[in-house]
């Protein structure tokens, strides 16, 4: 199915619906017929990567990967790099231009406990259990 994405008029995603199997590829004209600007988007394209959805895991046509992610409410269109962007989730977080993902400035630890990032200290803080 096509998916597409309404833009207000910065560029942030508005709405997004589902279309036809036919409107694939046909964004201009869903843009000219309702005066409002639209964009195709891939349910399946999560960081620049297209995943096959029978499995979740990444597909072997990689030219499935479209506008680096799936749009969703509050994300932004950025027309240079044909992506969508999602909010920025802190301040000190900076985006990956290869996956237009927001990444924190200090990688998470990888070993196996739960981590909150704390944008007061720019670092990662362990989640107690209790």
Known sequence: MAHFAKLDQNNVVIFVTVGRDEDNG???QLTARTGDVYKQTSYN????????PTTNQPGTDQTKAFRKNYAGLGYTYDYDRDAFIPPKPFNSWVLNETS???????????????YTWNEETVSWDELQTP
């Open 26 to 28: 046909k964004e201009d």
């Open 45 to 52: 394209t999560r960081g620049g990567v297209y995943y096959d």
């Open 100 to 114: 237009c993902l927001w990444e924190a400035p200090v990688p998470m630890p990888t070993d196996g406990k739960r």
